[in-house]
Antibody
């Protein structure tokens, strides 16, 4: 069955870096655009970034552009989120989510369980 | 940047109809999706392309989208439907979520 498993979260000081990973299984990663969506404690969902099926196109939310970088390795069924210059407001559960690259209007059909990132001194 | 606005909360009695709205400029010209999120769980898509139900979503869930407003309707609301609901759309190559609506069944 389809599974997305995030890892790499933890406590980090402001200004430092962290790299999240998302391991995909049960489907062909190369057929999907992959996204990161975050949710601050007690708050709503915030889209962060996505990467096209082939890795050529990447889009970012204004709040993270220039600090976060998304990447993927289809051969390893992995998606990554490199987060630099972290701020307290980046504290959130980060979800990896997939979207059919052929039909993005079907929405996010699978989500991971999320990994918590806490930015605090 | 594009914004989607949802009411913070909606209350409904069991068995009644709940309507959750999502407003955005010319939202009817875009496709809207809806997600249900229960405490401690990841979101689940309950509606896509305005009015299509994914496999496994009960028929009591329906959707519409016209003008500036998309609406998620739950007919015969059950206690199990109590959750947070988020609308989502695409705008200029980016994904936008509404602020979320807490649905209370009481």
């Amino acid at each position: 069955q389809v599974q997305l498993v995030e890892s790499g979260g933890g406590v980090v000081q402001p200004g430092r870096s962290l790299r999240l990973s998302c391991a995909a299984s049960g489907f062909s990663l190369s057929s999907c655009t992959m996204h990161w969506v975050r949710q601050a404690p007690g708050k709503g969902l915030e889209w962060v970034t996505f990467i096209s099926y082939d890795g050529r196109n990447k889009y970012y939310a204004d709040s993270v552009r220039g600090r976060f970088t998304i990447s993927r390795d289809n051969s390893k069924n992995m998606v990554y989120l490199q987060m630099n210059s972290l701020r307290a407001e980046d504290t959130a559960v980060y979800y990896c989510a997939r979207m059919d690259s052929g039909d993005p209007y079907r929405g996010f059909d699978y989500w991971g369980q999320g990994t918590l990132v806490t930015v605090s001194s | 940047s594009y914004e989607l606005t949802q009411p913070p909360s909606v209350s409904v009695s069991p068995g009644q109809t709940a309507s959750i709205t999502c407003s955005g400029d010319k939202l009817g010209d875009k496709y809207a999706c809806w997600y249900q999120q229960k405490p401690g769980q990841s979101p689940v898509v309950v509606m896509y392309q305005d009015s299509k139900r994914p496999s496994g979503i009960p028929e009591r869930f329906s959707g519409s989208n016209s003008g500036n407003t998309a609406t998620l309707t739950i007919s015969g609301t059950q206690a199990v439907d109590e959750a947070d609901y988020y609308c989502q759309a695409w705008d200029s190559g980016t994904v936008v979520f509404g602020g979320g609506t807490i649905l209370t069944v009481l």
